[in-house]
């Protein structure tokens, strides 16, 4: 079974740093682009940051450029994303989700792991 | 960047069709996927490029895009479609290339 399984969040104050995991298994992790999207309250879906298979290439939202960070490695069949200088607004639920090259849509999706940034 | 606009929210009458649209600068020009997410669960993948459903989505959903609006058809709409969609675009000329429109709640009535 394909699967993607997120791991990591939690609270953190503001201008604290969390680093999100995103485990894939049933499929050849290192074929695939990856993508994170996160979901606030009360509002709709937001994609966050790309990464390339190779990790070679990498794009980010403007809200979050300069304080997140896509890696993945390959070996682990694991995707991560690390946020410094994290704010209130990024209060979210975080998807990672698999992409399909070329036209870049998301075509498995993990049940998401919750951030919470409060003071 | 490249800006993606739908409706709030639509509602239709069980056993209606539902349309909800998404409307981008020449949009026509680019590859548009919709997402469908209940509550409480993850997006799932109901259209990609522009028209094709993923294996196990029913016939019932469609879509098509032209010009400056993309429309994703929910025929014959059942209970069990009430949720949110959304639509996503690549936009490659961009350095923040994932776009997702704002969402749209569908109501079945």
């Known amino acids: 079974e394909v699967q993607l399984v997120e791991s990591g969040g939690g609270w953190v104050q503001p201008g604290g740093s969390l680093r999100l995991s995103c485990e894939g298994s049933?499929?050849?992790?290192?074929?695939?682009?990856m993508t994170w999207v996160r979901r606030a309250p009360g509002k709709g879906l937001e994609w966050i940051a790309y990464?390339?298979?190779?990790?070679?290439?990498?794009y980010y939202a403007e809200s979050v450029t300069g304080r997140f960070t896509i890696t993945r490695v390959n070996a682990r069949d694991s995707l991560f994303l690390q946020m410094n200088s994290l704010r209130v607004g990024d209060t979210a639920l975080y998807y990672c989700?698999?992409?399909?090259?070329?036209?870049?849509?998301?075509?498995?999706w993990g049940k998401g792991t919750t951030v919470t940034v409060s003071s | 960047s490249y800006v993606l606009t739908q409706p709030p929210s639509v509602s239709v009458a069980p056993g209606q069709t539902a349309r909800i649209t998404c409307g981008g600068d020449?949009?026509?020009?680019?590859?548009v996927h919709w997402y469908q997410q209940k509550p409480g669960q993850a997006p799932v993948l109901v259209i990609y490029?522009?028209?094709d459903r993923p294996s196990g989505i029913p016939e019932r959903f469609s879509g098509s895009s032209s010009g400056n609006t993309a429309t994703l058809t929910i025929s014959r709409v059942e209970a069990g479609d009430e949720a949110d969609y959304s639509c996503?675009?690549?936009?490659?000329?961009?350095?923040?290339?994932?776009?997702f429109g704002g969402g749209t709640r569908l109501t079945v009535l």
């Open positions: 490029d522009d028209g």
């Open positions: 990464i390339s298979g190779s990790g070679e290439f990498v």
């Open positions: 020449n949009i026509g020009s680019k590859s």
């Open positions: 989700a698999r992409g399909a090259s070329g036209s870049h849509y998301m075509d498995v």
């Open positions: 049933g499929f050849t992790f290192r074929s695939y682009d």
């Open positions: 996503q675009v690549w936009d490659s000329s961009s350095d923040h290339p994932g776009v």
